[in-house]
């Protein structure tokens, strides 16, 4: 509007900065952040070697993955550690609930596969389509609990299992990285295996973000405790 000049009024400054261009991400941005998920892998296959701390490594990879997404930058190796340990009390129990899961399901695979038990390849699809499905429910189950700091496996599993039947794409999503990653880890040289978790485990926050899942109950987010001090928002 004219002001008693007869000017223009100068336009407001924009304070939140809205038609600011970001800085473009170039091939250094990609390979560091690469490398970054690569030994995140590493570090999950580390700690998770006597197989009982797979699930609290796993869970404290998630937690740190959804840091850089929120914050955009990794936590301290101190905060790293401390939500490792506190993460083990529960995560030796998901992990024997996960591994003897996985045990029953291999064996009925494998059983099948060879004949020793009726059902031919009908049985073989379906115990194959509820891998993959438990698999991606799995996945799901990883994110929620990277949210909550690592621990509150019990909450996340039943918010996970509440949201899957209303969000059936992300759950198909989460199935598909997981078996994709699977059959992946068979066809390469087993040193990249764990490269291909943290890979995974990435895809998995991307899926979880695109079509959010309900969270676990506040109480499982206050029982998980305040949050680790980490690097302020960019």
Request: glycine share 12%; net charge positive.
């Amino acid at each position: 509007m004219s002001g008693p000049t007869g000017r223009l009024a100068a336009a407001p400054p924009d304070p939140a900065g809205e038609h600011a261009e970001r800085p473009r991400r170039d091939w250094r941005d990609t390979l560091r952040e690469a490398t970054d998920l690569a030994l995140l892998g590493f570090a999950v296959a580390l700690a998770g070697l006597p197989l009982l701390t797979l699930a609290p490594a796993v869970a404290t990879a998630s937690a740190a993955l959804h840091d850089r997404d929120r914050t955009g930058s990794w936590p301290d190796a101190r905060s790293t550690l401390t939500r490792f340990g506190r993460a083990l009390p529960a995560g030796l129990a998901a992990s024997a609930a996960g591994l003897a899961v996985a045990g029953a399901l291999g064996a009925d695979l494998l059983a099948l596969a060879a004949g020793r038990v009726p059902g031919g390849g009908p049985a073989t699809a379906l115990t194959a389509v509820v891998t993959a499905a438990l698999l991606g429910y799995a996945g799901l189950v990883v994110v929620a609990v990277g949210r909550t700091g690592g621990r509150g496996w019990r909450a996340a599993a039943r918010a996970v299992a509440r949201a899957c039947p209303q969000r059936p794409g992300t759950w198909a999503a989460a199935s598909g990285v997981c078996c994709l990653a699977g059959l992946l880890a068979v066809l390469v040289t087993p040193v990249a295996v764990p490269i291909l978790g943290g890979y995974a485990l990435a895809a998995l926050h991307v899926v979880a973000a695109r079509r959010p899942l309900a969270g676990p109950e506040p109480a499982a987010r206050t029982a998980a405790g305040p949050p680790m001090p980490g690097p302020e928002p960019r």
